[in-house]
């Protein structure tokens, strides 16, 4: 369905595109889609929810005593495993209709700002002060952004936890 979706997305534009015209090209019902999705905008933002989990699982299973920089080495590392080379390409293609879409680009917005939420009170979940959470929180997601925009790109063909890598190298030496 998913696929489905991303195709007439493409093909007339997303506020043309319907639920039934998505459930009819994945070949289901419209009741079998809203079984998986409350709306057609939930196909682009269905992973946001597994993306939260990950990155708070991951902070959480850091080993005790770990510092705020271990922290946010467990959180983007579990958030490189979200990203596959298969998923690549749909992600790339996700991005161009957001980007086309201003009501789906605050949408994402709004998903973004869940995320650091979570990933804030995650930090905090493991004894991080309120303010170093936040700044941990920020660094995590600048990086992860970075990371994502570059992964997206056109001709990249790195490993994503390979760029969330290059992008923290990339602060630490801003930062000296």
């Known amino acids: ?18 639920v039934a015209g998505i459930a009819e090209r994945a070949g289901v019902t419209e009741r079998t889609f809203y079984r998986y999705f409350a709306d057609k905008r939930e196909v682009l933002f269905a992973g946001s929810q597994r993306l939260e989990q990950s990155l708070v699982a991951g ?15 467990a959180a983007l590392t579990a958030l490189a495993a979200n990203f596959t ?6 992600a790339r293609r996700r991005s161009a209709v957001l980007g086309a879409n201003p009501a789906l680009r605050e ?12 990933t804030i009170a995650a930090f905090t979940d ?9 700044l941990a929180a920020e660094v995590t997601l600048s990086v992860f952004h970075i990371a994502f925009t570059r992964w997206i790109a056109g001709a990249e063909q790195r490993e994503f936890a390979d760029l969330q890598r290059e992008a923290l190298a990339e602060l630490r030496s801003v930062l000296g």
């Open 59 to 73: 902070i959480a299973a850091a080993p005790d005593g770990s510092n705020t920089a271990a922290l946010v080495d």
């Open 107 to 118: 949408r994402e917005l709004l998903k973004l700002a869940s995320l650091k939420a979570a």
């Open 85 to 90: 080379p298969q998923q690549q390409a749909f």
């Open 1 to 18: 369905m998913r696929a489905a979706a991303l195709e007439l997305f493409e093909e007339q534009g997303y506020e043309q595109a319907t």
């Open 126 to 134: 493991r004894g991080t002060d309120e303010g170093r959470s936040i």
